[in-house]
């Protein structure tokens, strides 16, 4: 292997591991405080690749204000979710919420097919050109959406360490009795979590689908990353959703460039089997009953 | 109860007498013969991968082992030209036989990790018959796996006729539904159900419950097995996307719409909701959002299932009969 594929090979890498990271942080979120399976969760990924879409490549709008608006419609999106289907259900068992959110893949992916179509479309580049790093090409589009990502994810953490809501967010997911007693309206943060959560997948989607193509059935690979992603990392925590995002973007960029995407798959799933099977709450998760 | 039990007897024996004359009333029309396999083999699904819900969690690894029997039985045939007589126990085995050293390590995990680290061994599965193109054909899938022919008593029986398939799914459908249920009602079953409703308690009277879950998750495994089998020979024709994750989840739909807690359950919801699918089939994409929005309003306001609606029924029908009688004494009480 020369150095040029293996820098491209691990920029790639990178990119992929830092926007997997995204969404998996979202569904990380909604894990650890409300204690439910939310299965669809890629299919907010792909609604909110979709209104950049409608917003940029068809409306022409502005592109950075395309996101903010797809995070805020996914936010509402995500929060009218909550209120009207998983909060009946939490503290239930875990296959009610699981039945549900299959329910909304059906509903969203068809709904999707039907309202979008079958093509597959894209979202033009923002930015054009690129640069040669050792011998890799690296486009000012990835970079800026790199950049764009951990400084999203940084703030994010900023926002969960230090602000009185994120705090608060951390304590619920860590025990939601005594968060209440000490006074946090844990419906609140409930609410507040599913809509966060679903914002940043919405962004997520956002930027992989300015990189790659869109279509309306793309969801159900992000949920797969982000299961994957979430399971390795831990339920609730925030770093192990980081780890594992950058461990499974490693594995897809560097096994699909050398042997091929199926082999890549099988290594993820089996890391995730290996991870379970010596910690069986992941590598930094809670362990629930 | 016991009344309740006759009762339930009574309606089920005349399931079966439906479903064996099924091919009489619809003039042996080849379509709605097909609605029936169909029938058979999801309920033979759903029921053993209800099976593993009774200990408790939901395996999304079941379709990967029934894709399991099915290549099993393909390969046996297209290479070695074995019959399906033979390669159904072989390929159930096989399943059975892949599961057991998988659920050892996989036993460990619990509750969503269960569910994760089942997926993943699910999507392996699927992945590897995509990836070994020479060996298992890789996604074109493999072709040609005939249906077996029979002579018994100077009788000879093709099943490449549908009424002929048709009866053998049924049987082997009943057969794994009567399996299930025999064990669900005999002390395994009520272990069963002790390490469902509380493991911990379980394990400290006594029971141990690596043992039965590995023990179940295998049983139910072999049962996929089995079902995977049929279905290769029935359809002919098998690839890696048949047996990926959507197929357990609509097993688990049904298991969900029909029920949890009783064996009628998943037979219930495979039967309607395959029924309801079929009909559904000339709406295209329609017919899928209808199903979300049938699973989500079964979780919604019917938690139970429909298995529960013949009790919700009776408790009516009480209901009013009490009213009825107690009217006057309603009266008594109302002018004092």
């Known amino acids: 292997m020369s150095l040029d594929t293996f820098t491209q090979m691990t920029l790639t890498g990178v990119n992929l591991g830092l926007m997997y990271a995204l969404i998996a942080i979202g569904l990380t979120l909604i894990f650890g405080i409300m204690r439910i399976i939310q299965y669809a969760h890629g299919e907010l990924f792909m609604l909110g690749a979709y209104v950049l879409y409608y917003w940029f490549a068809v409306m022409k709008w502005p592109y950075w204000l395309g996101i903010i608006a797809s995070a805020v419609i996914i936010f509402i999106l995500g929060v009218g979710l909550q209120v009207l289907l998983f909060r009946p259900l939490h503290g239930k068992n875990i296959l009610y919420s699981l039945a549900v959110s299959m329910g909304l893949i059906f509903i969203i992916s068809s709904g999707g097919l039907i309202g979008f179509g079958t093509v597959v479309r894209g979202i033009p580049s923002i930015i054009k050109g690129g640069v040669f790093i050792f011998g890799a090409f690296f486009t ?24 009185t809501l994120g705090i608060a967010m951390r304590a619920v997911s860590e025990d939601p009795e005594v968060s209440s007693l000490q006074g946090v309206n844990t419906q609140r943060i409930h609410w507040i979590a599913f809509g966060l959560g679903s914002a940043l997948a919405a962004v997520a989607g956002c930027l992989m689908g300015t990189l790659m193509s869109i ?20 339920l609730g925590s925030v ?46 998760g809670q362990q629930w009953e | 109860m016991n009344e309740k039990n006759k009762l339930a007897t009574i ?78 126990w072989l390929a159930a085995g096989m399943a059975a036989m892949i599961a057991l050293i998988i659920s050892i390590p996989l036993m460990r995990t ?40 029979l002579s018994i008593f100077g009788l000879k029986i ?11 799914a049924l049987v082997f459908c009943a057969l794994i539904v009567y399996a299930i249920y025999r064990m669900n009602r005999s002390r395994t079953g009520m272990i069963y159900w002790s390490i469902h409703e509380g493991e911990t308690l379980a394990q400290h009277v006594g029971i141990n419950i690596l043992k039965h879950k590995v023990i179940a998750f295998t049983v139910a495994c072999f049962f996929a ?45 495979a039967l309607i909701l395959t029924i309801v699918d079929e009909l559904l089939r000339p709406t295209g994409y329609y017919r899928v959002i209808f199903f979300g929005i049938i699973v989500i309003l079964t979780v919604l306001f019917m938690p139970g299932g429909l298995e529960t609606i013949p009790d919700k029924v009776r408790s009516l029908v009480n209901k ?6 107690e009217a006057p004494a309603d009266a008594v009480t109302y002018h004092r």
């Open chain 2, 11 to 88: 309606s089920w024996s005349l399931v079966l007498i439906l479903a064996l004359l099924l091919p009489v009333f619809c003039n042996y029309d080849k379509y709605i013969l097909h609605t029936g396999i169909s029938i058979a083999f999801n309920i033979a699904l759903a029921t053993s991968m209800w099976l593993i819900w009774t200990l408790g969690f939901v395996s999304f690894a079941h379709a990967g082992f029934m894709g399991i029997g099915a290549y099993t039985s393909a390969l046996l045939f297209t290479r070695l030209g074995w019959p399906l007589w033979v390669n159904m």
């Open chain 1, 140 to 163: 000012y589009e990835r970079m800026v959406i790199s950049t764009f990502s951990a400084i999203l994810i940084a703030a994010l953490w900023f926002f969960l360490q230090r602000t």
């Open chain 2, 320 to 325: 009013f009969r009490n009213n009825r009688k």
């Open chain 2, 225 to 269: 097995g089995l079902t995977g089998a049929l279905y290769a020979h029935y359809h002919t024709y098998i690839n890696p996307k048949t047996f990926d994750i959507w197929q357990s989840e609509f097993s688990l739909v049904h298991i969900i719409v029909g029920g949890l807690n009783t064996v009628a359950g998943p037979i219930l919801g």
């Open chain 2, 110 to 149: 619990r509750a969503v990790y269960f569910f994760m680290a089942s997926w993943a061994i699910g999507e392996v599965i699927k992945r590897i018959f995509a990836y070994y193109r020479e060996f298992f054909g890789g996604w074109d899938g493999i072709f040609d796996i005939l249906p077996p022919k």
């Open chain 1, 239 to 284: 770093v192990g959703a980081l780890i594992g995002g950058f461990i499974i973007g490693f594995i897809d960029s560097f096994l699909t460039t050398i042997i091929s995407a199926d082999v890549a798959y099988i290594m993820g799933f089996m890391a995730i089997f290996v991870i379970l099977v010596f910690k069986p709450a992941g590598l930094f």
């Open chain 2, 158 to 168: 093709d099943f490449a006729s549908r009424v002929a398939y048709y009866y053998l």
């Open chain 1, 215 to 234: 279509v309306p059935t793309m969801g159900f690979m992000a949920t797969m990353k982000a299961f994957m992603i979430v399971i390795m990392g831990g």
